[in-house]
């Protein structure tokens, strides 16, 4: 993810339909933060979210892996993003799992995934990806379930 792709993530992140379950979408300021939070990720960490894309070159999302906290711990979340119109077509599973793969290789040994509870189509790519449904918490003041798996 670069500063070039601030139109493509400011569409994404600015779609009410992929935000839903976000407090709100993203305004274009508020995606060009998200891209400047990914590239201090990459440098601290080695990774963050990507920018997904079909061979052919056409932009579907990001995916990624980020530090969160959960209840004072440090964990390493799989999220994704993905364009409503590419939606249902297995991009945020095959992505996933490269992160999980990804994340295997740089040697994190547990993944997890928070979801808004309504996010169906989230925890069915969890579960694909072979995280498991493992608790509920409270996160930045809204009830979120917890993925997890040890990979």
Known sequence: MTDADLDQMAAL?????????????????????WIDWNKSNYAEHGFGLWVVETVEGDFIGDCGLT???IDGAREVEVGYHVRSVAQGNGYATEAATACMQFARQRGIRRLVAIINPANAASQRVAVKIGLQFERRITKGGAEQVIYAATI
Do not use: F, H, I, N
Request: cysteine-free; charged content about 35%; hydrophobic content about 25%.
């Open 67 to 69: 530090w969160q906290t």
């Open 13 to 33: 992140l600015g779609d009410p339909d992929v935000m839903r379950y976000y407090p709100a979408p993203k305004s274009r300021d508020e995606a060009q933060r």
